[in-house]
């Protein structure tokens, strides 16, 4: 779904680094959500956001923050990387509907 | 929160025979139950999904059933074929635009 873009696809870090994935859409959607997926745990969602003012945390905020630079915006940021953040991260939307629409996904590693 | 359990976490099925994969959810406020196919190395993309006032609903060789007494909710997939073969999640909701809570995926294989 070309729609929905994350940047980069794929990272390899180190420990203490400041790393921010991005994620843009034009689908016009105002809901967007970050989540991470690890083998064996499915998708946890890291933050969500229904509007540029409106942030919300999920269930594994712990170590990350995000911002809504604009609708079609929304970044994570990992302010010291650590290496249990290795993992796969999508960004998803959501519009009027109920159906999310997922990212590629980017692939990060943390040594 | 909701806590959504998916089971079992790896199935294998003969190609042409039937497929089911099961989840329960544990918030009675959940309304809204998606299941979503991520294929290797790809995104998850949405292939059925079900609401709290429809009990079954089918599109070709997918169908999801939802029984909300019980709390549980299951993907069935019928003749299966080799390109079935995919991790599939379920996820519960409620409320529009509220967060997904998705269960821990089910890796399917077809053999040929």
């Known amino acids: 779904d070309a729609d929905v873009t994350q940047t980069p696809r794929n990272r390899i870090t180190k420990t203490g680094k400041r790393i921010m994935l991005e994620c843009s859409q034009t689908k016009g959607h105002d809901r967007m959500y970050w989540y991470r997926q690890d083998p064996g745990l499915g998708l946890r969602l890291i933050y969500y956001s229904f509007d540029v003012k409106d942030i919300n945390k999920g269930e594994i905020s712990d170590g990350y923050s995000v911002s809504r630079q604009a609708q079609a915006k929304f970044s994570l940021s990992l302010e010291s990387a650590i290496p249990n953040q290795t993992a796969l991260y999508f960004c998803?939307?959501?519009?009027?509907?109920?159906?999310?629409?997922f990212g590629p996904g980017t692939r990060l590693t943390v040594l | 929160g909701e806590n959504v359990e998916q089971h079992p976490s790896t199935l294998s099925v003969q190609e042409g025979d039937s497929a089911v994969i099961k989840c329960t959810y544990s918030?009675?406020?959940?309304?809204?139950f998606p299941w979503y196919k991520q294929e290797l190395g790809k995104r998850p993309q949405l292939i059925i999904d079900i609401r709290s006032n429809v009990g079954e609903k089918k599109d070709q060789r997918i169908a999801v059933t939802l029984n909300k007494t019980a709390k549980h909710f299951s993907l069935h997939i019928t003749e299966t074929q080799p390109e079935d073969s995919a991790v599939y999640f379920c996820?519960?909701?409620w409320g529009h635009g509220n967060q997904f809570y998705f269960g821990t995926g089910t890796s399917l294989t077809v053999i040929p």
């Open positions: 996820a519960a909701s």
């Open positions: 998803a939307t959501r519009g009027t509907e109920d159906t999310q629409y």
């Open positions: 918030d009675s406020a959940s309304n809204y």
